[in-house]
């Protein structure tokens, strides 16, 4: 539980970057859309992550929203490859990896630690 809480703060982290890099690489007054396509997938993410560390027992069905927001992120930075943003695509590239490997990392712990009875999927008895 340790180590999905220590993701969940990794994810809130992202977020938090994903909202403050417009400013700090230094692309919020060349185009608007690619801010957008920062500042949703960071607030997104925060919330998320936030709903995992409310979790008493076991993270929420969270963390595939985030990997649909880590793969959004990848997606979307080959538009900012052609419309001459490289750092702004570049940026969203390294951000979508590290929220897909800490989404699907999370998902695994959450399975691993959960019991037959807690899981998303219940088994049929008997096959």
């Known amino acids: 539980m340790r180590l999905i809480k220590a993701a969940a703060w990794s994810d809130i982290a992202l977020g938090a970057w994903l909202l403050a890099a417009p400013s700090v690489i230094g692309y919020q007054t060349s185009r608007p859309v690619v801010?957008?396509?920062d500042l949703v997938?960071?607030?997104f993410l925060c919330v998320t992550a936030g709903l995992i560390l409310a979790?008493?027992?076991r993270p929420l069905r969270t963390e595939w929203l985030q990997l649909i927001c880590g793969l959004w992120l990848i997606g979307g930075?080959?538009?900012l490859v052609f419309s001459s943003m490289p750092r702004a695509a570049?940026?969203?590239i390294v951000v979508g990896v590290a929220v897909c490997g800490?989404?699907?990392l999370t998902w695994?712990?959450?399975d691993a630690?959960?019991?037959p009875s807690t899981r998303s999927i219940p088994s049929t008895p008997g096959k």
Do not use: F, Q, W, Y
């Open 35 to 37: 801010v957008v396509e």
């Open 41 to 43: 997938p960071g607030l």
């Open 55 to 57: 979790a008493k027992m």
């Open 77 to 79: 930075s080959i538009a």
């Open 90 to 92: 570049l940026n969203a």
């Open 102 to 104: 800490l989404s699907l």
């Open 108 to 110: 695994l712990l959450a």
């Open 113 to 115: 630690g959960s019991t």
